[in-house]
């Protein structure tokens, strides 16, 4: 999906919406809290979860993006007012394909997308001991390594999938 800039409105506790609709169900974004004008901070994930012509509802969850467990995390919470982007580092994409030359084919094909390598994946997997890799490996790796997607190559086609909502 296209990158959307929009301003969190009705902001409850799990959920929030927004004025623009016709956006595609499980796609993911951040959500900034501007302080002043010099100072903001990624404070919340966000995932849509209904959308109809007119508006779109997202859920609202904790940004695990930059997690650094001897730093102190932000506190503050998503509200009305704060700026939510979705499509957020849909431009950097973990290619899961069968070989090299359908690696080369998909840089091809998808020009304005940064690829990783997907024996980085690979040497994660062997890291951890996992020789099947789960849906929760593909997220922590996405997040390791700041990608939006997970790109799945067919004979017949391609898959992209959301690392947040996996959809």
């Known amino acids: 999906p296209r990158g959307i800039t929009a301003t969190l409105q009705n902001v409850d506790k799990e959920y929030a919406e927004i004025g623009v609709g016709n956006l595609p169900v499980g796609a993911s974004g951040i959500v900034f809290h501007r302080y002043d004008d010099k100072h903001r901070a990624i404070v919340a994930s966000a995932v849509i979860t209904a959308c109809d012509a007119n ?6 969850l904790p940004y695990r993006g930059l ?4 730093l102190p995390t932000i506190k503050t919470k998503p509200q009305n007012g704060d700026t939510l982007v979705i499509g ?4 950097r994409v973990l290619p899961i394909v069968p070989n090299q030359k359908s690696l080369e084919k998909a840089k091809a094909d998808f020009p304005n997308l940064t690829l990783i390598h997907p024996d980085l994946f690979a040497a994660e997997l062997s890291r951890i001991k996992e020789p099947l890799p789960r849906k929760r490996h593909f997220q922590r790796m996405c997040e390791k390594m700041h990608l939006g997607l997970v790109m799945f190559m067919f004979q017949d086609g391609t898959d992209f999938v959301d690392r947040v909502s996996w959809e």
């Open 67 to 70: 997690e650094q467990p001897r």
């Open 88 to 91: 957020y580092l849909y431009d």
């Open 55 to 60: 508006g779109t509802t997202i859920r609202l």
